[in-house]
Structures are given as C-alpha cells and as structure tokens.
C-alpha cells in the first residue's frame, strides 16, 4: 500500500505531528532515526548503547513537544541541533569518560587486505584524533564531512554565525591532518 505520507515534507509531516498524526510521526522516524543514531553514535565517540539511548530522547522529545517545532524553519537542521544538544548534555554533565574506538568499520566492496587494514587504521585513527578535539569542534566536523550539511546548515544547528562554522572546519580540518599525515599519500613520496 502506497504511503501518502512519503510525497510530504519534513516540515508538513511536523505540522500533521503536531495535529497528533501518528503516521506522520512514523515517517519522520523512518527518515531520520538511522541517520541521526550513526551521527551521535559517532559524536558519542562509538558508544552505541550511549546513541540509541540519546536518540530515544530525541524522539520522545518530538512526540511530548512537537510544538516545539516552527514549521516555517527547516526541520533537518532542527532535528539535528536537537540530537546536537543531546549529546552535548551528556559531555557536560559525565566526568571522566571512557571511550572506545570505532569497530565497525564500513569498507568499499571486495577490498584487498592490504587496502582494508589502511582503511581500518585511518578511520580508527581518526575516529581517537576526533575524541581529542573540543566537542564544537568534533561536531562541526561530523556534520561537515561526515553528514555532508552544508556552512549555513553547521550554522543553524550549532546556533552560531557561519563565520565560526569556517573557522571551526578550518581548524579540526588543520589539526586532524597534523595527526593523521602519515596517511596522506603525498608525505609517502
């Protein structure tokens, strides 16, 4: 049976949300909660447990205060500064954190053996360099290069002027690769 609610935007499907639409509610999960579990999965520094809990939050969010969305903004942005903030939450408010790196790595189909331990060991490279950066920083970062959003987007989401967005991608990207130069091709010449 055909989804009527598939053809509508982010922010219809929020307007019909905030009417108490159940479907609409659904197709906005369907949507998002991949994509938003493997962004705070990744900012959560590869706690998985830690993300799904966080992205309940997030959805729980969303259905007891959907009027907490203005529909005249966009809701991409919007759902992403939530999910954002949550994971903020939980920076400021845990001490002495203990991290785990990314263990499941995704790789190109049929890789050599050789190609997939040099793709391992760069994204676990950089995935321990990431935990080191200030979690602005980090953020901007995922949202940059890993969920492809563009500077006004980063804007939006981290509440700041598209400026700082720069300056912040301009300083993760000169720091990781400081640390990660030894996979640059160019410095093996």
Not at 54 to 69: A, G, M, T, Y
Not at 74 to 84: E, L
Not at 109 to 116: A, L
């Amino acid at each position: 049976m055909f989804n009527r609610y598939k053809s509508k935007t982010d922010e219809v499907l929020m307007e019909l949300l905030q009417q108490g639409s159940k479907p609409a509610f659904n197709e906005i999960y369907a949507r998002y909660s991949k994509r938003l579990l493997y962004f705070m999965f990744r900012l959560l520094n590869g706690d998985e447990s830690l993300a799904q809990d966080k992205l309940h939050d997030v959805f729980l969010k969303l259905i007891e205060r959907p009027d907490r969305f203005d529909s005249t903004r966009q809701f991409k942005s919007w759902i992403y500064k939530v999910a954002s903030n949550e994971c903020n939450k939980h920076y400021r408010g845990t001490t002495g954190l203990s991290y785990e790196t990314l263990e499941n790595v995704e790789d190109s189909v049929d890789p050599t053996i050789y190609q997939y331990l040099e793709n391992t060991s760069f994204k676990r490279a950089l995935t321990l360099h990431l935990k080191e950066l200030s979690y602005e920083h980090k953020c901007t970062f995922v949202l940059r290069f890993q969920e492809g959003l563009s500077v006004k987007e980063i804007s939006t989401i981290m509440d700041c002027p598209e400026g700082t967005v720069k300056s912040r991608i301009h300083h993760s990207t000169r720091i990781l690769s400081n640390k990660l130069k030894e996979y640059n091709p160019i410095n093996t010449l």
